[in-house]
């Protein structure tokens, strides 16, 4: 219903309005070039063909995939014969206020938090949905794609209440036997405390110390519920923070290294790389030349370009 909530720069893509979050149809053709995002995306297959690219590797869609992708993750459609995709984003800022609980739930918790990072997965998520689970998927989609005619403030709970329908199905979808466990406490009181400071060189001997427990038990619990040791996690963390500062700051690259934990140029460098597949000035110069700034709800205060 109307034009999506949407600019584009270059290859970043962000709200132009300060919006919590939205649903809407795309259609491609041929080739959507590779672009990223400073919001948290989904895209759901429900029509036509295309191939999805991203550092990943390149992926044959099929009706009922499901791809999320965290903020910065880059990615692309090729070969598309009609591709119809639904897609559903939403602002970083309502994933730490308004789904901060997520965090504790188990489903939710992999779907959003943990899962995206395990296994390499270098903050995507797959997963195919059953066409009972695809219905149910579409409807909640559907009327979060209706809420977008009406005023925001008076409809916020509409937003936040249709968006977690619609991710409670994705997390059923992704489940597993990790997902499926009860989150320790500790596990994300560490979460909280390595993402308010990344630039501290946080020791496990330190991070147990601050929650009363023993390295070798944080170790153990973290990796059952996320499959990550906590400096794992910490790392996926800073990356991705990283990923931000390159998109909406001017700042040097040295110092957003410093910034995010890692003042030793050479280590930002491989660990960026390793994660994004790109450099970090790559990463830069191709998505954004530092020309869209974001400020308070995602709205941009500064912005070059046009869509594209």
């Known amino acids: 219903m109307g034009e999506p909530p949407v600019g584009q720069n270059r290859g970043l893509l962000y709200f132009s309005d300060g919006s919590l979050a939205y649903a809407g149809h795309y259609m491609h053709q041929d080739i959507h070039p590779d672009h990223t995002h400073s919001f ?3 895209a759901v297959m429900v029509g036509g063909a295309g191939r999805h690219r991203s550092v990943l590797g390149d992926q044959q869609l099929r009706v009922g995939d499901v791809v999320l ?18 897609n559903c984003c939403f602002s970083v800022d309502l994933l730490h206020r308004e789904l901060a609980w997520t965090r504790e739930d188990p489903l939710l918790g992999y779907l959003l938090w943990t899962g995206p990072y395990a296994m390499q997965r270098r903050g995507m998520l797959t997963a195919h949905l059953s066409p009972t689970a695809l219905t149910e998927a579409i409807e909640h989609l559907d009327a979060l794609d209706r809420i977008r ?14 968006l977690t329908l619609f991710l409670s199905v994705l997390s059923r ?16 009181h560490a979460m909280r405390l390595m993402e308010a400071d990344l630039a501290r060189r946080w020791t496990l001997t330190e991070l147990a110390g601050k929650l009363g427990i023993s390295a070798g038990y944080l170790v153990r619990i973290f990796k059952a519920t996320t499959g990550l040791p906590p400096v794992a996690y910490l790392s996926r963390h800073r990356v991705e923070t990283a990923a931000n500062l390159l998109l909406h700051t001017d700042e040097p690259i040295t110092q957003i290294a410093q910034d995010v934990g890692w003042p030793d140029q050479n280590y930002f460098a491989r660990r960026f790389r390793a994660h994004y597949g790109l450099s970090a000035s790559t990463y830069r110069a191709r998505f954004t030349h530092g020309r869209v700034r974001l400020g308070a709800g995602g709205r941009p205060v500064q912005v070059g370009g046009g869509h594209g």
């Open 149 to 162: 005619a009406q005023p925001d403030g008076p409809h916020r709970g509409d937003i936040i209440g249709r």
């Open 173 to 188: 979808a992704v489940a597993t036997d990790r997902a499926t466990a009860p989150t320790h406490p500790a596990v994300t």
């Open 40 to 42: 948290v995306e989904i």
């Open 69 to 86: 992708l965290r903020p910065g993750v880059w990615h692309g459609y090729e070969q598309c014969q009609a591709l119809d995709l639904y």
